[in-house]
């Protein structure tokens, strides 16, 4: 394989409203079977996915875990909001989001915004990655794949990496199951996080603080079988049960 990484570079600073897959396209040559990565942060600006502190009015609950957190308790409030769940509290909130995603502070962000906004996760990502899809199919007639990035930690390393919270028009998962290693040896616990490791190198790509790229192309890329099953279940997830005896 040769693979194409293409930077989307001179977009405007997006605000509620803008045309994204439009402005994406007039700043790169989109072709069909691309793998379009989005950062989540951009298309819920587009969306008008942001709230106002100064909006938000603090519940005890937020109160007490500001308080433990050193936060904002506007800012934990709005974490509050978003989550299905809370795994941990302290020293940082970790939350499930209805759709799945499992993230610190629900991936509620005040970076790259107004002061006095927070960006909020897309409320449907998959969806948002579907949107994207046919947005570039309706403005330039390509057949892209779409992914919707955001930053996370990892459990057991330091550092954030790009991870996928939404995809649309190829599987999360390429699933080796049933396949045969270079001995024979038949393989039988083998998924491969594709649509991850492809957000990955994106991030890496848009780059974090001042950079101003929150768009790549990812050309050449092959397509690949099997499913999208990326989240564990509660009751496959034994790190999620661990923590959660913590709180």
């Known amino acids: 394989m040769s693979l194409e990484i293409i930077p989307v570079e001179g977009l405007p600073m997006i605000k509620k409203g803008d045309d994204l897959p439009a402005l994406i396209a007039a700043c790169v040559d989109v072709r069909d079977g691309d793998i379009l990565c989005v950062a989540s942060s951009v298309y819920s600006k587009s969306k008008g996915h942001c709230r106002r502190l100064a909006d938000i009015t603090p519940t005890e609950k937020a109160a007490g875990i500001g ?28 939350c ?10 629900a991936g509620v962000d005040n970076s790259n915004v107004d002061r006095g906004l927070i960006i909020l996760l897309p ?15 309706n403005v330039c007639g390509a057949d892209v ?33 049933g396949d045969t290693d270079l001995f024979g040896r038949v393989l039988e616990i083998t998924e491969e996080a594709v649509v ?30 099997g ?7 509660p009751e496959e997830d034994i790190t999620r049960r661990a923590l959660k005896k913590m709180n």
């Not at 330091?158 to 699933?175: K, L």
Request: proline share 7%.
């Open 145 to 177: 794949r779409v992914i919707v990035t955001d930053t996370c930690g990892r459990s057991f390393r330091r550092g954030q990496t790009g991870v996928a919270i939404g995809w649309s028009g190829m599987p999360a998962i390429q699933d080796y199951r």
């Open 123 to 137: 409320p449907n990502p998959m969806g948002a990655a579907e949107d994207l899809r046919q947005g570039i199919k």
């Open 196 to 225: 991850d490791e492809i957000a990955g190198i994106a991030n890496f790509v848009m780059g974090e603080s001042h950079r101003g790229v929150p768009a790549v192309v990812c050309r050449n890329f092959p397509e690949w079988e």
């Open 67 to 94: 308080e433990k957190c050193g936060e904002d308790p506007r800012f934990i409030q709005a974490i509050l909001d978003e989550t299905d769940d809370i795994i941990l509290e302290y020293p940082f909130l970790l």
């Open 227 to 233: 499913h999208d099953e990326l989240y564990f279940t």
């Open 96 to 105: 499930q989001l209805p759709h799945g995603h499992v993230g610190v502070r």
